[in-house]
């Protein structure tokens, strides 16, 4: 398996504009998760999808926030509008069974908004 | 809840020396435990993982970690370090709130090795 591929790798985008990160976890893994990584907070938990249900988003920052996994193999993060404080590395991962497992985490995006 | 607290963001040993990154964990249940390696511009790769089969843990790398109840620690170490091992560490453990299933991570901690 590939592991888990997120796209873009970068994204410099203008405030107030509309970005859109994607993801596609490993193949057969129930769990998936968002999180994002900054110097001052570390790594925060935005959202959490267990068989492509939200299980937990009280980690989204606000509402120009939101997160879609349509199907198993596919998941995207959106901010609109985008503003400069979210600037940061956004990682996805995922994880198959139960809580001993390990999660396995994508390359990351690293986002700018200017 | 669960937490995890890492005891010094950025550690420097020379090559060769004695590695040791110190992480404490909170929880009200028997932990899983996780070590996981960030490199520059990469995401985070599992070095190994406790989950009560046994308190010495052995991972990628030269790397393990000892479970220890009594201190509520879960330590990480290698022998002898190597200019490879210049990375971000972060020790996790598992979530058995809301969001079960979710790993809650410590800051890190930055590691440097000199020659």
């Known amino acids: 398996d590939a592991g888990v591929i997120q796209s873009p790798r970068h994204e410099v985008t203008e405030m107030g504009q509309e970005v859109t990160l994607r993801c596609k976890p490993i193949?057969?893994?129930?769990?998936l998760f968002w999180y994002r990584q900054t110097m001052m907070r570390g790594l925060e938990l935005l959202i959490y999808?267990?068989?492509?249900?939200?299980?937990?988003d009280s980690g989204m920052p606000e509402d120009r926030f939101s997160a879609k996994m349509p199907n198993a193999s596919f998941s995207t993060l959106k901010i609109q509008p985008s503003e400069p404080r979210d600037s940061a590395v956004y990682f996805c991962?995922?994880?198959?069974?139960?809580?001993?497992?390990?999660?396995?985490f994508g390359q990351g995006t690293r986002l700018t908004v200017v | 809840a669960q937490s995890v607290t890492q005891l010094g963001s950025h550690v420097s040993v020379s090559e060769g020396a004695l590695v040791l990154l110190r992480c404490n964990y909170s929880?009200?249940?028997?932990?899983?435990l996780f070590w996981y390696v960030q490199y520059p511009n990469q995401g985070l790769q599992l070095l190994l993982k406790?989950?009560?089969?046994?308190?010495l843990v052995k991972g990628i790398n030269g790397f393990e970690a000892e479970f220890k109840k009594s201190e509520t620690s879960f330590h990480l170490t290698k022998p002898s370090a190597h200019m490879s091992d210049a990375a971000e560490y972060f020790c996790?453990?598992?979530?058995?709130?809301?969001?079960?299933?979710?790993?809650?991570f410590g800051k890190g901690t930055k590691l440097s090795v000199k020659p």
């Open positions: 991962a995922s994880r198959s069974g139960t809580g001993e497992a390990e999660a396995f």
């Open positions: 193949s057969g893994h129930n769990s």
């Open positions: 999808f267990n068989n492509n249900v939200p299980i937990d």
């Open positions: 929880s009200s249940v028997p932990p899983y």
């Open positions: 406790y989950t009560s089969a046994a308190t």
């Open positions: 996790a453990v598992r979530n058995y709130g809301g969001s079960q299933g979710n790993l809650i």
